[in-house]
């Protein structure tokens, strides 16, 4: 019985449209408004935030800067420059960690370093595969972690993305599992599902500033297009049932939903479908690495012809065009740069999040390390960061090349 009045009274609470904790306007009610005389005696029970009412479209508006804890969660046995070899093999007798890429562990310091450089939204790339045992059951130590380091973000009142990476990574011979669903689909969404049901379970209490995504860079290149459309679509509509079936502030969080393959002009076709929510909170999650040869392979140094602003340009009008205007919020969840030239690399960065921020698109930043140091905490390019606030900062302007910081 006393269980019953305690759901009772949290859905009470979460139906009053009350203001989350970066908003208590007077008359609000918060937990300790309802449980005044004390919290109620049960093994296990918190009482979640109170999550503020705000559409997915004013969440992506209110984050200015986003940015991606890049090589650290996300670390695995994997192979990524495609050549069918892994590109590191833990050493005998230890395990893979978040520091198995090079990078050391995140710490809280380094969250407090983005906000003193007004970046206010973090998304942490996780890969689950080498943390689960044969039921998928996730490790007890690894999902600690991974709450410590979503806690330092939240903590400082950040937005926080949880995402599957790659698990779902073009590479199955390593464990990219989320592919096997064109050849055993059962098997797959079963796990898929278990997953999702553990991270709800552990994050439920969070408010609305905790987003999950749904995948990472997945398409069926073996199949037909129109299967491999509809195989992703079937995916994407089981992780918002999962999540909303999970109750409680998962009921209503906000779900990044993943593109097809993260692809602009991919998802921007029409076989591509966005999945029901009678919450109606969702995003669309999409990457902008284009050109590759400049973005991720350092094969092109320069960058800002008028051929590649207007490509820029037209691939974020496009998105807006498309998805914004018809009322479904966007969010570049990875951009970055690799070419030498500094003068471009910040010329490209500023002209995009400016572009975004136009745009009413969210952009993060993806950064692998070599942007941020993780230790000193101090910008490689210095400029990068101030590029990013300008073209993040509201103002009507046009974003210039610094050709001084050329050579």
């Not at 296990?44 to 969440?59: C, D, H, K, N, T």
């Not at 093999?89 to 520091?99: A, M, Q, R």
């Not at 918002?240 to 939903?257: D, E, K, M, P």
Request: hydrophobic share 35%; with cysteine.
């Amino acid at each position: 019985m006393k269980k019953a009045i305690v759901i009772l009274l949290c859905a009470i609470l979460l139906l009053t449209g009350c203001s989350g904790d970066n908003d208590r306007s007077s008359g609000s009610l918060t937990p300790d408004d309802i449980f005044s005389g004390g919290m109620p005696d049960i093994d296990g029970f918190e009482v979640p935030s109170v999550m503020m009412e705000i559409s997915s479209q004013q969440l992506v508006t209110n984050i200015r800067i986003g940015w991606n804890l890049g090589k650290s969660l996300e670390s695995c046995v994997s192979d990524l420059d495609g050549n069918g070899y892994p590109d590191v093999i833990p050493e005998d007798g230890k395990t893979i960690n978040e520091t198995f890429w090079g990078n050391p562990p995140a710490s809280e310091k380094l969250f407090q370093t983005l906000i003193e450089n007004e970046i206010n939204a973090v998304r942490l790339p996780i890969t689950w595969r080498d943390h689960v045992n044969e039921n998928f059951d996730i490790d007890e130590d690894w999902l600690n972690r991974i709450k410590q380091v979503v806690d330092y973000a939240y903590n400082y009142g950040m937005y926080v993305i949880i995402t599957m990476y790659h698990d779902g990574a073009d590479d199955e011979n390593f464990g990219a599992w989320l592919r096997e669903a064109s050849r055993d689909y059962d098997t797959m969404i079963s796990r898929y599902n278990h997953l999702w049901e553990q991270i709800c379970d552990t994050f439920y209490t969070y408010n609305e500033r905790l987003l999950y995504e749904s995948m990472n860079e997945v398409a069926f290149n073996d199949l037909p297009e129109v299967e491999a459309y509809d195989l992703l679509n079937r995916i994407n509509q089981e992780f918002v049932n999962t999540v909303r079936n999970s109750g409680r502030n998962n009921a209503r969080r906000h779900l990044v939903i993943a593109g097809y393959d993260a692809d602009i002009s991919k998802t921007c076709d029409s076989r591509f479908k966005i999945p029901n929510d009678e919450a109606e909170k969702l995003i669309l999650s999409l990457h902008y690495y284009t050109p590759l040869t400049f973005c991720k392979y350092s094969i092109q140094d320069y960058w800002g012809t008028s051929s590649e602003q207007e490509w820029m340009q037209n691939q974020i009008e496009t998105l807006r065009t498309t998805f914004v205007d018809k009322g479904i919020p966007v969010m570049i969840t990875e951009y970055g740069v690799k070419g030498s030239d500094a003068a471009s690399r910040v010329f490209f960065c500023e002209k995009l999040i400016h572009l975004c921020q136009t745009n009413y698109i969210a952009a993060f930043l993806w950064d692998d390390g070599s942007e941020l140091n993780r230790e000193t905490m101090k910008w490689n390019t210095p400029e990068l960061i101030e590029g990013l606030k300008r073209g993040s900062s509201g103002y009507i302007y046009t974003p210039k090349k610094n050709m001084e910081l050329s050579g």
